[in-house]
């Protein structure tokens, strides 16, 4: 299996930079950085990679969309997107048995549906693939929207497997590393990696309920 094959960081950095923000990284040097662009329409939240026009907005600088532990952001009530990628998700969902709503969920916290996200880390596309863990599992093209859930989904499958279907286990390690969580045997005490968990869990029951 291939999660024996991944390196895993066992901490996560707290990392200021010269603008005054804060960042988090499992990684010791962040390999590229992304700013995405958090507004609000009447509609609910909008994430961009291109900056608004109008308006007031927040600049996003973590690893994922879900990841900042003082974001502001109500996951009880934001806009949900069940439209993009629909095809894609429930094909992969059904292919590796995984429930669609988590699929949802993992790419809603992991790139808010922008599949040219990447992250300071170097994680790339939909659902945040880091390079080797994309080659893992025989993703190429990590900005392709097919490969990409592909391979998320199939990872998210193998977690579900290793941690005997436990979600949040699941999804920390989605986060954090498998190594991480064995470690700890419980969800590591990294504070990205707990608020990630319990956002893609409200996400994940929201996904569900309100289809």
């Given amino acids: 299996m291939f999660l024996s094959q991944l390196t895993v960081a066992d901490t996560i950095q707290r990392i200021q930079t010269p603008d005054g923000s804060v960042e988090f990284s499992n990684v010791r040097q962040a390999t590229s950085q992304t700013v995405i662009y958090k507004s609000q329409t009447g509609e609910g939240f909008v ?3 291109q900056k608004p026009k109008h308006g007031h907005f927040e600049i996003l600088k ?5 990841c900042n532990p003082s974001s502001k952001i109500n996951w009880h009530t934001i806009k ?3 439209s993009s990628y629909a095809d894609e998700v429930k094909r992969y969902a059904k ?3 995984v429930d669609a709503a ?7 916290a992991e790139s808010a549906f922008n599949k040219k996200a990447i992250s300071r880390t170097g994680a790339q596309g939909l659902m945040q693939l880091m390079p080797d863990t ?3 599992l025989g993703v190429d093209k990590p900005f392709n929207v097919e490969q990409n859930i592909e391979g998320g989904v199939k990872y998210l499958a193998e977690l579900l497997s290793l941690f005997k ?3 949040r286990l699941a999804t920390a390690a989605y986060n954090a590393g498998p190594n991480a969580v064995k470690k700890y ?4 005490p990294y504070s990205e990696t707990k608020v990630y968990v319990e956002r893609v869990s409200i996400l994940h029951q929201r996904y569900q309920h309100e289809s």
């Fill in 185 to 188: 045997n419980d969800i590591p």
């Fill in 47 to 49: 994430f961009s990679d």
């Fill in 62 to 66: 973590y690893s994922c969309y879900a």
């Fill in 102 to 108: 988590l699929v949802r969920a993992v790419i809603h």
């Fill in 134 to 136: 994309a080659k893992d």
């Fill in 165 to 167: 279907g436990n979600i």
């Fill in 80 to 82: 949900l997107d069940f």
């Fill in 95 to 97: 292919k590796y048995h």
